[in-house]
């Protein structure tokens, strides 16, 4: 029924307090954009004050990622004994294409400790009693690997050059006019014969 | 064997020769009965009855429950602090965890093929919700997420990120919506409402506090804009490491995708009709006011 989904909008738009214009929706407008899997979300570099809020949506392609589920460790009776609750996922970094080519370079050099042989990122998690809240913990490893490997070093701003070049001119006046002092010290200890 | 042996014959035959059943005939199936220890009886019951020696314990006069013995008891010397402070104000919501979900659809009590309602749920015994305790719905919990796989449309009133993941992975649909506590009452036992002959009113909207829960899409609240339902979809698939499955190719999708109105309470009944039982007949408001009042 197309009436009762125009009212829900309707009804939405007095909530929302806009001003009231009968929409015409598409029917089921919710489940019919399933087109690609990807969000386009661009990894925000941060600047140094705005670490925290960085944003951590990297893509990872789920069908390209290698997913095992395994028995956890540690103490937890015939529950960690018989299920399956620690989530591994690997995938090869070389051939990783959906990363960009210099941050694969870097996620190599930086998690060395991480990469086996075959050259394979690895990272499990065993963090929670489910296999599913596992395998979410370790796709967001994954993406916080990523995010780190691609944060580019930051440029001083042209302030921070002002300030820096400031600094440096009065540690050198300072040293100067030390060494001017030291000097008078010295000659006044001076005795000179005429 | 020229006579043809029939099944139950021969205990018809018993039936009809032995006498009728009375007190007198019966007895218990030997050994189910055990008889209970009596105190004060025989060397092990006697003697002093396992009462001890002496004291307030032998004669039955010890003092109250959190006494100690004149020190201020623990339940005295804790300060007061508002933990329970208007709990009887709260809502709360009943349990659903994914785990008896899945029972409940093994076993056949709640059907797949139709929308899961609050009362598909209350119908397969699956919860029972109390609205006069202040209970305001079912809440889906995400224990047993790793082995559920059923794909449902179901409408609960809250649930948890990780239940919403599990649902939608499997290829379902998951809503969260409102009813005030009336509403719930005749949503629960629909049956007695509808005895009753009143017409079936408008469910109310929330209340301040929860309209920011019913429009977010992260929770899928019946409210949100779907566009941002759709992202959040796509947000929760890459977060939980699944692929959303495509629900608009599903041969199901009709289905999938019935949506309540914001102020409907059963699905293909709207509010202000008079459901007759008895005679099997729906009456519905001609007068215009009436038709004002409940299409607002």
């Known amino acids: ?194 | 064997m020229s006579v043809p042996k029939l099944p139950g014959a021969k205990a018809l035959g018993v039936l009809q020769t032995l006498p009728r059943i009375s007190l007198a005939n019966l007895r218990p199936e030997p050994g189910s009965k055990k008889e209970d220890r009596r105190r004060g009886r025989g060397q092990h019951g006697g003697n002093r009855s396992g009462r001890g020696h002496k004291g307030e314990r032998q004669r039955g006069n010890r003092p109250r429950l959190g006494f100690e013995g004149g020190q201020t008891p623990f339940y005295l010397v804790i300060p007061k602090y508002g933990f329970n402070e208007g709990h009887s104000r709260r809502p709360q919501y009943q349990p659903l965890s994914l785990r008896r979900l899945q029972y409940l659809i093994d076993l056949g009590r709640v059907d797949t093929t139709q929308p899961i309602d609050l009362t598909q749920l209350v119908n397969g015994r699956g919860v029972t919700i109390q609205p006069l305790k202040r209970d305001y719905g079912v809440q889906l919990v995400d224990e047993g997420a790793s082995k559920f796989s059923a794909k449902i449309h179901i409408e609960v009133q809250r649930a948890s990120e990780g239940a919403i993941a599990a649902i939608e992975r499997n290829g379902g649909v998951i809503t969260t919506s409102f009813y005030d506590p009336i509403s719930l009452g005749i949503l629960i036992k629909p049956v007695p409402f509808f005895l009753r002959g009143q017409p079936i009113p408008k469910r109310m909207l929330p209340g301040q506090e929860m309209v920011p829960y019913y429009m977010d899409a992260e929770n899928r609240g019946y409210m949100a804009d779907p566009e941002k339902i759709q992202q959040a979809r796509l947000a929760l698939a890459q977060k939980y490491g699944y692929i959303l499955p495509d629900i608009s190719k599903d041969e199901l999708y009709h289905m999938l995708s019935m949506r309540k109105d914001v102020r409907q309470i059963f699905f293909g009944l709207a509010p202000g009709w008079v459901v007759n039982m008895s005679e099997k007949k729906i009456l519905k408001p001609t007068d215009e006011k009436l038709l004002k009042y409940y299409g607002s």
């Open chain 1, 1 to 194: 029924m197309a009436a009762p989904r125009v009212r829900q909008c309707y009804l939405f738009c007095r909530i929302a307090g806009r001003n009231v214009i009968p929409l015409q929706i598409k029917p089921n407008s919710v489940l019919s954009g399933d087109t690609i899997n990807t969000i386009q979300t661009s990894v925000r570099f941060a600047s140094r004050d705005s670490e925290d809020t960085q944003d951590t949506q990297v893509h990872i392609p789920v069908e390209r990622l290698i997913v095992s589920y395994s028995r956890s460790s540690g103490p937890g009776g015939q529950h960690v004994n018989k299920v399956s609750t620690k989530a591994e996922v690997r995938f090869h970094v070389k051939t990783a294409d959906w990363i960009q080519e210099d941050v694969r370079q870097k996620i190599f050099e930086k998690n060395q400790n991480r990469i086996n042989k075959a050259g394979e990122l690895l990272v499990t998690s065993e963090l929670s009693r489910s296999q599913h809240r596992n395998l979410s913990d370790c796709v967001q490893k994954i993406s916080a690997i990523i995010t780190e490997a691609s944060k580019k070093p930051c440029e001083p701003t042209e302030e921070d050059v002002a300030v820096r070049a400031a600094r440096l001119e009065k540690r050198n006046k300072e040293r100067l006019k030390q060494k001017k002092i030291n000097s008078t010290i010295k000659l006044s200890r001076r005795v000179d014969f005429d």
